[in-house]
T-cell receptor, first 115, second 111 residues
Framework: GQQLNQSPQSMFIQEGEDVSMNCTSS?????WLWYKQDPGEGPVLLIA?????ELTSNGRLTAQFGITRKDSFLNISASIPSDVGIYFC???????????????FGKGTKLSVKP | EAQVTQNPRYLITVTGKKLTVTCSQN?????MSWYRQDPGLGLRQIYY???????DKGDVPEGYKVSRKEKRNFPLILESPSPNQTSLYFC??????????FGSGTRLTVV
């Protein structure tokens, strides 16, 4: 079946550092989504990308929809302690007819603070 | 406030005792879905619904039932829970063509 490869699996950050993570797939998607999950909470949508090549920002977060439609990256600039959590990418196919477009989640990137 | 509300947040039950986890959304979204999240396996879809009275299986539907009698509600029913259904469950809703908004989760333990 379709799979998303999300990397890195985990990373340690120091306050003020920039962070990058990405997702790749062998399949083409119509939409790329980036979520953040805090402990004990549900994933929260950070950025949604709907067009190949699209670059979208949300505060210190920037995400891009790869031109091949098979990948996406998320950058966090000048990280702060509250950026800690698990970040998930998700690729979604278009809803069509009476069926939902399949939504595939990556396994997540866990962001922690350097000790 | 636009949100997906699921209850309860925590539930401990015994094997075989039927239970229902409720889910409600106030955004008039067409799609609703249930996911379970397990360590190392990520988020897996159990069932989804495209509108009232329209539901379909996701990736891991065995042992679960759902219903969509009203647009805002999408309860998850475990007729005879088993320990392998111990998990963190999320309800989510979305408009056609957009990403899911998730609830805060229900941590279920079946002993």
């Amino acid at each position: 079946g379709q799979q998303l490869n999300q990397s890195p699996q985990s990373m340690f950050i120091q306050e003020g550092e920039d962070v990058s993570m990405n997702c790749t797939s062998s399949s083409i998607f119509n939409t790329w989504l980036w979520y953040k999950q805090d402990p004990g909470e549900g994933p929260v949508l950070l950025i949604a990308l709907y067009k190949a090549g699209e670059l979208t920002s949300n505060g210190r977060l920037t995400a891009q929809f790869g031109i091949t439609r098979k990948d996406s990256f998320l950058n966090i600039s000048a990280s702060i302690p509250s950026d800690v959590g698990i970040y998930f990418c998700a690729g979604q196919l278009r809803d069509y007819g009476g069926s939902q477009g399949n939504l595939i989640f990556g396994k997540g990137t866990k962001l922690s603070v350097k000790p | 406030e636009a949100q997906v509300t699921q209850n309860p947040r925590y539930l401990i039950t015994v094997t075989g005792k039927k239970l229902t986890v409720t889910c409600s959304q106030n955004m008039n979204h067409e799609y609703m879905s249930w996911y379970r999240q397990d360590p190392g396996l990520g988020l897996r879809q159990i069932y989804y619904s495209m509108n009232v009275e329209v539901t379909d299986k996701g990736d891991v539907p065995e042992g679960y039932k759902v219903s969509r009698k009203e647009k805002r509600n999408f309860p998850l029913i475990l007729e005879s829970p088993s320990p392998n259904q111990t998990s963190l469950y999320f309800c989510a809703s979305r408009r056609i063509g957009y990403g899911y908004t998730f609830g805060s989760g229900t941590r279920l333990t079946v002993v």
